[in-house]
Every structure is written in C-alpha cells, then in structure tokens.
C-alpha cells in the first residue's frame, strides 16, 4: 500500500474520451479495470475532470469557419481546438461509470473558464492560473504524484509535468494510460517528460511493490 507520501492522480476518465465519447482517446476504456486495481494500492488517490462551459474557447465550433484538430493562437498561445466534448454536467463529462475509485479524496475540476484551456490538473492553459492541487498536495505532506489515464500526450503529459515543475517526484504509470497522438504528440510528450526527470513505470511493477 503507497502510504501519505503518495498519490495516484487519475486524470480524465470521462465518457467523452472513451470509444465512442465525442474526442475518443482509442482503446481508452481498456485500462479502466487497471486503474482500479491500481487505485486500490493507494491510501490517498485525486481524480481530474474536464468540465468545461458549451461556449469554450477550446472548441472548433465557437471559432467562425474552423474544424476540429485545426490550431489557432489565443491570448496565451497556441490552442488545439478539439471537437465540442466535456461540457459540464452532460453525461460525456462524467468519470466512467466502471470506475471504482470509493477512496478518492478530491476531484479537480479544470477548463471551466470560457477563454482558458487547461491540460493540466495544476496550472491553466495561461500557464499562471494555479488549480490549488499543488497547494492542497503540499499541505497533505506529498512528495511522489503517480499519474495514469487520459490522454497520455495532453492531460496526462502537462499534469506530470506541472507536478515536477511543483517540486514533486513524477511517475508516469505507462501502460495505465491511453493516448490522443495528434501530428506526433505523443512522442514529444516522451521527450518533454524524459527531459524533466518524470520517471516511467510498468503497472506490473508497481502492482508487485505495493
Ligand atoms: C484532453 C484534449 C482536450 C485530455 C482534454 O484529457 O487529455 N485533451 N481536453
Ligand atoms: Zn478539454
């Protein structure tokens, strides 16, 4: 059992990203049943989930004459803009309903400002907007962040890598996460995480140790 000095961040485990859902991240309702049981190796586990306005600045639909995938620059920089998807209180917004997380303790909520983006469970897409999650994980005497879910290249990749920026040890439990890899997102996402010192681990691994 991974004791107070660790967490489990569970990162967007929502409809909208499984098969099916409106920006399905592929095969990624296979590794429900694994964050469960990887979840249940942990005291202390955070759930995140994209929860943004129908008028969200991130969605192709709200920019005149744009598509999907296509990019744009707003006030912060470069935005991908994706497919209408988690808008708050719809059914593709909620966790999946094969989750089975009971002890979770906190679930941030991000992107619920129309004109800010935000990957990462600590810092908005403005890249000054904390969530509060490094405050709160701080207090609670935190030091290792143990990340899985969706999608390894967006909300997973920024959340390992804000979390080592915060200070923090930063594993990324591989195979527990499924990924988006839009024009070879994926494979920078590896570089960045490598670069920062995010260490990398096999469920099966960790699954033995705890
Ligand atoms: C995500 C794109 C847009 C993610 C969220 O959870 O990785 N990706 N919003
Ligand atoms: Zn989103």
Redesign the pocket.
Known sequence: MKGPGDVLLV??MQND?MPGGA?AVPNGDEIVPLVNRLAAGFEHVVLTQ?WHPSDHR?FAANHEGRRPFERVTLGYGEQVL?PV??VQDTPGAALHEGLRIPHARLLIRK?YRRDV?S?SAFLEADRKTPTGLAGYLHEHGVEHVWCCG??TD???AWSALDARAAGFDVTVIEDACRA?DLDGSLARAWRQLDAAGVMRIGSERLLTET
């Open positions: 990162v967007d990203f920006l994209d991130s994706w998807h988690c992107g983006d990957y969706l999608a967006y909300c997973v988006i």
